[in-house]
């Protein structure tokens, strides 16, 4: 979608704090996380371990990845 009109940043600013739609003014394919930089990372885990993991993901209602991920997250923090 492009924008209707281009906006100063302090414009952006103010629809974005009051909960407006901004969608029009951003262009998605070019956003960026920083630090979320993926990195892959092997683990080797025995089956028990991954029995486990597997029912707790079902459970969730979550991948085993992404339970993991969070499980390792939560645990950094």
Same mark, same amino acid.
């Given at each position: 979608m492009k924008a209707r009109e281009t906006i100063t940043a302090e414009q %952006? !600013? #103010?629809?974005? !704090?009051?909960? #407006? !739609?901004?969608?029009?003014? /951003? !262009?998605?394919?070019?956003? @960026? +996380?920083?630090? #979320? #930089? %993926? @990195?892959r990372v092997n683990v080797d885990f025995p089956a028990w371990v991954v029995e486990g993991l597997d029912r707790e993901a079902r459970h969730?209602? /979550?991948? +085993?990845?992404?339970? /993991?991920?969070m499980w390792i997250a939560e645990r950094l923090r």
């Open positions: %952006l !600013d #103010e629809m974005f !704090d009051n909960g #407006e !739609d901004i969608s029009a003014y /951003v !262009d998605w394919s070019k956003a @960026r +996380r920083p630090n #979320e #930089e %993926l @990195r969730l209602g /979550v991948t +085993r990845q992404s339970l /993991v991920k």
